[in-house]
């Protein structure tokens, strides 16, 4: 059988902090019938998306990748939720913002010029739209039965509504479906997308606490024994939280990589161990 073949979008932290979710993710894609082809001379994305409407210079390097994909006829495929908020973003506004286009466009000098064309998928989506869940669970081998497992959604991959389509940002339920597809038990919780602190990490430790143990005990209460995540930053912000209610997290594409019976690696840094 022919893997069909994406383009791929790995962003900045998934060569560093994140190597388990960029790994398993390729490793799961093959095993799984899809190809991930990483794009060439990639840049950071930025990892926020900028809201000046006059700011171009910043959106070029997500314009780039789009562009390269659509050269290359494939859809583009992200992992980091971020990554995939700002180039989705970048994305809409080539294709509805007509002063942003004509000078992105101006900038970067393609030979043709690049006006939203390529279509901008989240891994989750990959596998519930392209791969199917219905295959996911065709393919797995350890399935991870009696397991209760949270997901955490965050804000990234679900706002703006409007412009993401991703899911439905009040009740998500893709994250659930892959659980199941795994042969996990999902549990629902309601501050699975409620933010964990994000970029305030640093400066506002306090505050970031009280958010990421909020989480947790949501989580705990409704009788989750573990979390899932696709944010890096979601990841860093969870892990820190060390209350009685705290849960071991994981990168989804680490469960879904058990499931299939794919071994670790030792080029993985345990992130999300």
């Known amino acids: 059988m022919k893997e069909a073949k994406y383009s791929y979008f790995p962003g900045c932290t998934l060569k560093t902090k994140a190597k388990?979710?960029?790994?398993?993710?390729?490793?799961?894609?093959?095993?799984?019938?899809?190809?991930?082809?990483?794009?060439?001379?990639?840049q950071c994305c930025g990892g926020v998306y900028p809201l000046g409407s006059?700011?171009?210079?910043?959106?070029?390097?997500?314009?780039?990748?789009?562009?390269?994909?659509?050269?290359?006829?494939?859809?583009?495929?992200?992992?980091?939720?971020a990554c995939h908020h700002v180039i989705k973003r970048v994305n809409d506004d080539m294709a509805h913002q007509e002063d942003i286009r004509t000078r992105a466009n101006n900038y970067a000098q393609f030979k043709e010029p690049y006006q939203g064309e390529t279509t901008v998928l989240h891994y989750l989506e990959l596998l519930r739209d392209r791969i199917g869940f219905d295959?996911?669970?065709?393919?797995?081998?350890?399935?991870?039965?009696?397991?209760?497992?949270?997901?955490?959604?965050?804000?990234?991959?679900?706002?703006?509504?409007?412009?993401?389509?991703?899911?439905?940002?009040?009740?998500?339920?893709?994250?659930e479906d892959f659980i199941r597809a795994i042969g996990a038990e999902p549990v629902s919780y309601s501050f699975?997308?409620?933010?964990?602190?994000?970029?305030?990490?640093?400066?506002?430790?306090?505050?970031?606490?009280?958010?990421?143990?909020?989480i947790m005990e949501s989580a705990s209460a409704e009788g989750a024994e573990e979390l899932i995540t696709a944010c890096p930053l979601c990841m860093y912000n969870l892990k820190q939280y060390h209350g009685k209610d705290a849960l071991p997290v994981h990168y989804f594409t680490e469960l879904l990589a058990e499931a299939l019976g794919i071994k670790p690696s030792e080029k993985t840094n345990g992130e999300g161990a």
């Not at 210079?57 to 562009?67: E, F, I, Y």
């Not at 039965?145 to 339920?173: H, M, V, W």
């Not at 699975?192 to 909020?214: A, Q």
Request: net charge negative; charged share 30%; glycine share 6%.
């Open 135 to 175: 295959t996911i669970r065709e393919k797995v081998t350890h399935p991870l039965t009696g397991r209760k497992i949270g997901a955490y959604y965050g804000c990234l991959l679900l706002r703006p509504s409007e412009i993401i389509q991703f899911d439905d940002p009040e009740n998500p339920t893709i994250m």
């Open 54 to 81: 006059d700011e171009i210079a910043t959106k070029l390097s997500s314009v780039r990748a789009l562009n390269t994909a659509k050269e290359k006829g494939q859809e583009l495929v992200t992992v980091c939720s």
């Open 192 to 214: 699975r997308n409620e933010c964990c602190g994000g970029y305030v990490s640093l400066k506002e430790k306090e505050l970031t606490h009280s958010l990421t143990g909020k």
């Open 20 to 42: 388990d979710l960029d790994y398993y993710a390729r490793e799961c894609a093959r095993a799984l019938g899809a190809e991930l082809e990483e794009l060439p001379e990639w």
